[in-house]
């Protein structure tokens, strides 16, 4: 992490959700959700989801981790586990999809987001996941280079077109 000062490890607890985040994590969702807003106005409302949608969330097959530091609610990460469907054409595998991945502006660059990368996927590794993947919008190239860095691969392109 050249010229960046990382947060440090003891400054920041990275935890599972609990119903006292609801607040935190529907403002750190709506963050990101204004970006795509921005980026694909015909897919994505502004100001984003309600807090409810996260707070109702974890199961065995699904995740949301928040980190804190101080107190304050500085990031989170929401993931689920798929299983690739029975067709003679798949190899049978279980992957983990990053749904939502939020760092709060002031914590950025700092190493939060890789931590709760890493994080979500010894969570899947638990849950015997082989792949971990995600869904990066065109336009969005900060994202694009931090999961670059990470390791993550081009696997697919999702064409669309206006009917």
């Not at 935190?24 to 694909?40: K, Y």
């Not at 969570?123 to 280079?145: K, S, T």
Request: charged share 30%; hydrophobic share 45%.
């Amino acid at each position: 992490m050249r010229g960046r000062r990382a947060l440090p490890r003891a400054d920041v607890v990275i935890r599972p959700m609990g119903d006292v985040d609801s607040a935190g994590v529907a403002e750190l969702v709506r963050d990101g959700d204004m970006l795509h807003a921005r980026l694909w106005p015909s897919y994505f409302r502004a100001p984003g989801a309600s807090a409810r949608s996260f707070a109702e969330r974890g199961s065995e097959s699904e995740v949301v981790l928040v980190a804190e530091r101080g107190g304050d609610l500085c990031g989170m990460i929401h993931a689920q586990i798929f299983d690739a469907p029975d067709l003679p054409t798949l190899v049978p595998r279980r992957r983990l999809h990053v749904e939502n991945l939020v760092v709060r502006r002031s914590a950025r660059r700092k190493g939060l987001g890789a931590r709760l990368v890493r994080e979500v996927v010894g969570w899947g590794r638990e849950r015997g996941v082989q792949e971990i993947v995600l869904v990066v919008w065109q336009g969005n190239r900060a994202a694009e280079r931090f999961y670059r860095a990470l390791g993550f691969r081009v696997v697919h392109h999702v064409l669309g077109m206006e009917v």
